[in-house]
């Protein structure tokens, strides 16, 4: 619009004034944006008019809002969160005017975060299949815009870009490590390690022919120049037959082939199937025989390490541990029975070599299948033979309370440390290291000071007690760590059986309970020490040290070993005639 203003005055034609108006004009409209979350955003608007255009920028949340001081060309957003994600607009106006600018939308991206891999059961990240079934991994994660890619040991899949991945029709050729990895415009992240095992069904069939199902897992990467550990599992009775299918039931009995511990013990892990026919009492014997031969046939293919063979089991597994412990200790490194109760009538039915495998037995009080007493009389009869047995007994808990006895800290490092043959290792452990550190120590004191040191992988130690089993005299330890036991009373003259057992956690807040350990030294007399003084046609026998009753014994010729008994219950001294038996003489004690 334009006006002309003319004035006259005296016969004078002044100036003409000519004033010009511009409604505002949007030249360039903000633009859409994706910022990540945190950052900082701004959008910009173009525009002109006459007089110089004035702004409001506003955002829509549901209506157009204004946006409190934000009345520049140019809105500055810091430190944006998954709120501030809208349509951005710019009011422009001027006396002339008012203008809307298009709208902007500002995406916020959120980095993927909380990232969680699952497998098919929910339970872990891990996955124990049989082959031929369709197991899955999930991931879920928080953030906006993901993309995946999943790997398998550290490889790419090609076409495997979905959250979920599953398998058809799975083979062990499918085991191995899986990762998958998800990114966004605000970075990525990687999951945890989800441990694929797949194992093909077997039936084994002995020379007497017996049948054994079975189920066995290779090493990840398995090489066939590196010796590998193995583990033996025995299922519970429900799990019998011969589908070969029921004893993979997960009953907690996996930890051995999780992730971590695979990477830290890749190993074997052997799974037969009980038939109904061998899973009575009577019958053990025989499906143990074929176990024992079915082991030997996969040393045999396999190379598995013979000093390194693990043997454990839940409720009639429990028991088969504990008869293979009984009947083929020299097979095991390391036994873990659960739920379950010493096989044999009595422990010196066992032959002495049961004393040597390293146990750790699992048992709850409140178990009305087995009974509890059934572990508690067994680990104390092993105990009094001279065993070292770790023994959690749970407060409370029924018979299935294998889970939480696998998901124990510690017991896989505990079972993968042990070696047939070799002094129990790795905590929990207590040992004896004063005055020896062997398990025979010789003396004709009356009283004993003993010294050693205990832990419970950082857990605390409450109580370190001592028992003597010759006189049953009992007394508690100072010091937990590190501890003593003073003035134990011996039984002079014969062998003391001298056993130290630590108290710990049962490392369940459920259960509750407590774990003992222990370590034996069995005492004895000093051996016989001989002495022979002549006295004129006759010589005197001397000697001290060693338990009675003492035989003298004569022989004529020492390279004969024609020993024979010269004096039964003998005591000190004897007066031997050198005219009329003259020879070698010993003492031998008890």
Known sequence: MSTHLALLTAGLLLATIRVSFGQPVVTQPPQAQTNVVGSTASFTVGATGTPAPAYQWQKLDGNWTDLVNRTNATVILTNVQTSDEADYRAIVSNTSGITNS?????????????????????LSSDIVAIAGANPSFTAFATGTSLSYQWRKDDVALPGATNSTLVFSNVQPSNAGSYTVVLTNLAGAITSQVGQLSVAAGWVFTNAQGTQLPYRLFLPPNYNPNTNYPLVLFWHGADESGTNNVSQMKDNGQFPFLSATNLAKFP?????????YSLRSCVQYDLFLECATNLL???????????????????????????IMIARHPQLLAAAVPMSAGWSCTSVQDAPPLSLRVPIWNFHGASDTTI?????????AGLRNAGANVLYTRYQSGFHGIWPTAYRTPGLVDWMMAQRRGGTPTNQPILSITYPTGGSVYRTDATNLDLAGTSGAMGQAVTLVSWTNLANNAQGIALGSNAWTAANIPLVSGQTNLIVITATTTSWSPNYLGNTTFNDTLTVMPSPVRLTLTL????????????????????STHLAADDWTDFLTNATPPVSVSITAQAGFYRVVSQ
């Open 102 to 122: 298009a709208a902007a939308h500002l995406y916020i991206v959120v980095p993927p975060e909380n990232l969680f891999l699952f497998g098919n059961l929910y």
């Open 267 to 275: 190993c074997f892990y052997l799974a037969p199937q009980i038939p």
């Open 296 to 322: 030997a046939s996969l040393e045999n293919q396999f190379a598995i390490d013979p000093d390194r063979v693990y043997v454990t089991g839940l409720s009639m597994g429990g028991y088969l541990s504990w």
């Open 371 to 379: 009974p509890v007493s059934w572990s508690d009389n067994g680990v």
């Open 535 to 554: 006295q004129g046609a006759e010589a005197l026998i001397n000697w001290t040290g060693g338990v009675p009753p003492y035989h003298v014994q004569r």
